[in-house]
C-alpha cells in the first residue's frame, strides 16, 4: 500500500481540526520528542530527549496512530528513519525553508 507522507493515513487522524501540539512523539525504537508545531501535513517536533536541541519535522503520513487519552502520536518507523525524510514539494521551489533534520545519532555517522 502507498502513503503520502504529507497526509494522514485513512483512520489515524479522525479529528483532524484537534492540534496535536503538546503530544509526545514516539517511534517504533522509542521516545522522539513532544510535538510543538501542528502545520497540517508535518509535525514539528522538539526532539531534546534524543538529540540535545535538535528540531524534527515528521510527515503526518508516518503517524500509525494517536492516543488521545495519553496525548501521544505514535509513529510506524524507527527515529534513524526521520534523518532521510524527502522535505514536502513546497520546500523544493523553496530553498530558504527546506526543513532541519537530525543528524544520524549512532555512534560513527552524521
Known amino acids: 500500500m502507498s502513503t503520502d ?3 494522514y493515513r ?12 503538546g503530544y509526545e512523539v514516539h517511534a517504533t525504537d ?10 497540517g501535513d508535518q509535525l514539528g517536533v522538539d ?13 503526518v ?4 496512530r494517536l492516543d488521545h487519552l495519553d496525548r501521544t ?3 510506524d518507523c524507527p527515529r534513524a528513519r ?8 513546497e520546500h ?12 544520524d545519532a549512532r555512534p560513527g555517522r552524521g
Do not use: I, M, N, Y
Not at 47 to 59: E, N, Q
Not at 82 to 89: M, Q
Open 30 to 39: 522509542g521516545p522522539l520528542g513532544r510535538v510543538e508545531q501542528d502545520a
Open 47 to 59: 526532539a531534546a530527549p534524543w538529540v540535545p536541541g535538535a528540531r524534527v519535522f515528521v510527515p
Open 92 to 103: 523544493l521551489t523553496r530553498p530558504d525553508a527546506v526543513p532541519d533534520t537530525v543528524p
Open 10 to 21: 485513512p483512520g489515524s487522524h479522525p479529528a483532524a481540526d484537534l492540534s496535536l501540539v
Open 82 to 89: 526521520l534523518g532521510t525524510v524527502p522535505p514536502p514539494a
Open 73 to 75: 502520536v505514535h509513529l
Open 5 to 7: 507522507l504529507w497526509e
Open 61 to 64: 503520513g508516518l503517524v500509525a
